[in-house]
């Protein structure tokens, strides 16, 4: 499954950031071509809560959009969750209930497992501790609890959650570089698999081999025979291991960066593409070659150089490499990224596996609530549908259909 947020590593967490382009496509069927299908696009409406507050967005497997709103300030924080249709978004059922708020978390990543429990990452400002909360499925009585297992030891917040097709879901506390697991397929009783990745891989930061957080992973089948595989990558490079753990089944990529000053906050796959946020190399620039391809068919690696100012299909250079899971695989050929680059912030759309990228924002259509300054880090989508993030959320656009 896919889960689509952009978490800040050193401030409040912000949803995924998603666009998707469009254009005129014409199908043809039984020897007829049908009217082509355009792109455009449309405000949607949300809740007084989410208006009033803003919200991280997320769109999850089972077709829905979610919300999540956090109002106050501590020790009166209050937490919100809300979801739509993310086909027809409209009217929007609030699952906050009990046990989502303590007056002192911020929510965070927010993905579901495989048998459909919804999991949410909550921490205080201060740090020190993490929650993982689960909601019950309820939307008459909902109810969130803590998972069980984990520890909640963490000195940063948990980006994200992966599953791996035997049911079982992965999450990192950050920091760490630990990795925890459910004791059984889409159980909410975690156990530690590993302590510390790069103490296993000897990949971490500069200076620093056995050590660095984990800001991204996901579990991959390559089809090359090796089955799922763990990809993650933070502050040192990107391992490919496998889900065992064991040093000698690794195959380390994106080696030469800087750890800390180069960190990895994003990774995601194509049907032939690999595509992961990282400074290409220390030796190469100096915040201009962030993005690199991984061809899974012969595994070649490719920088996709940045520049700046950014040309009009380029990918931007400086990118702000503080936040996290900004790269996303949309469907086919089609990713989006959107981050912030020298006090712009960009929503963009490749239609070619990242080799080249277009703002979709310029595309016309959508107005000023959501353009300029008014666009913010944070968007996710569907395969036909892309959500723009406006104004910390408070404002939300919807691109589509994409053909």
């Known amino acids: 499954m896919r889960i689509r947020f952009a978490n800040s590593l050193f401030g409040a967490l912000l949803p ?3 666009c998707v382009t469009g254009g005129a496509v014409s199908n043809d069927t039984l020897g007829s071509v049908n009217a082509p299908i355009v792109a455009a696009w449309s405000s949607v409406p949300v809740p007084s809560v989410i208006s009033a507050n803003g919200a991280s967005y997320s769109v ?4 829905y959009l979610s919300a999540a709103v956090h109002s106050g300030v501590l020790p009166n924080i209050v937490n919100s969750m809300l979801r739509t249709s993310a086909t027809s978004p409209g009217t929007w059922t609030d699952i906050t209930g009990k046990g989502l708020s303590n007056g002192s978390e911020f929510l965070g990543a927010v993905d579901m497992t495989p048998g459909r429990a919804i999991l949410v990452s909550a921490a205080p400002a201060a740090r020190g501790v993490a929650d993982v909360l689960a909601w019950n499925g309820s939307t008459a009585s909902p109810v969130w609890t803590k ?14 959650f992966t599953n791996d097709s035997a049911g079982y879901t992965y999450f990192s506390p950050a920091w760490s570089g630990d990795i925890w697991r459910n004791k059984a397929p889409n159980s909410l009783n975690f156990t530690q698999v590993v302590a510390n990745l790069y103490e296993a891989t000897g990949g971490g930061a500069t200076g620093h081999p056995t050590t660095g957080g984990i800001y991204a992973m996901s579990v991959f089948n390559l089809n090359d025979g090796k089955g799922d595989m763990i990809w993650a990558c933070g502050e040192g490079e990107l391992d490919n291991i496998a889900l065992n753990f064991r040093a000698r089944s690794n195959t380390a990529y994106l080696t030469t960066a800087n750890g800390y000053t180069g960190n990895c906050t994003a990774i995601d796959k194509s049907p032939t593409t690999i595509l992961a946020l990282r400074q290409a190399s220390a030796s190469l620039d100096s915040g201009y070659d962030m993005l690199t391809g991984i061809n899974i068919l012969t595994r070649a690696t490719t920088v996709h150089a940045g520049s700046y100012p950014r040309s009009s299909t380029g990918f931007p250079a400086y990118i702000n490499m503080n936040q996290v899971g900004l790269l996303h695989w949309v469907s086919g050929t089609n990713w989006i990224v959107t981050n912030q680059a020298s006090n712009t912030t960009y929503l963009l759309l490749s239609t070619d596996d990242g080799n080249t990228w277009t703002d979709i924002t310029a595309s016309g259509g959508i107005d000023s609530s959501c353009t300029g300054a008014n ?21 939300l656009w919807r691109y589509g259909p994409l053909g």
């Open 16 to 18: 995924l950031v998603v």
């Open 147 to 160: 998972v069980k297992g984990w520890d909640r030891v963490s000195t940063s917040r948990i980006y994200g």
């Open 60 to 63: 999850e497997p089972d077709g």
């Open 375 to 395: 666009l913010s880090v944070g968007a996710v989508a569907t395969s036909q549908y892309v959500y723009a993030r406006c104004q910390g959320g408070a404002v």
